[in-house]
């Protein structure tokens, strides 16, 4: 069982990701805004990170940084409903695990998370 962060700006995509990992096992903590996702990665243990990369008030690509300066070692999943070139090679330097384009299935998301 991972502890799983989600992150997305649209509480029904973060919810719809809790639904189908909890049904896996795994204990997923749903969030849209970006500082509360940070905070709950500094005095938390995540293994896991879902970032959606379209956010608010900064881009996901900017809380990979974030989350990668205070736990190196948590694993990460990007999320994009606007593929690009230049984000999915921005998200890969950066370490992310996995760069998935929205919407996103059950299986395709199980898929991903067992390669992790």
Do not use: W
């Not at 649209?10 to 969030?31: Q, T």
Request: charged share 30%; net charge negative; with cysteine.
């Amino acid at each position: 069982m991972a502890n799983i962060l989600a992150l997305d700006d649209v509480l029904d995509a973060a919810n719809l990701v809790k639904r189908i990992l909890e049904r896996k096992g795994h204990r997923v903590f749903p969030f849209t805004e970006e500082e509360d996702a940070i905070s709950f990665v500094k005095s938390n243990e995540v293994d896991l990170a879902i970032l959606d990369i379209k956010l608010k008030k900064m881009s996901g690509v900017e809380v990979l940084k974030e989350l990668k300066k205070r736990s190196p070692s948590i694993l990460v999943i990007m999320l994009t409903g606007y593929p690009t070139i230049e984000t999915a090679r921005e998200c890969i330097s950066l370490e992310a695990g996995e760069y998935c384009v929205k919407p996103i299935d059950k299986d395709e998301l199980a898929k991903v998370l067992n390669s992790q």
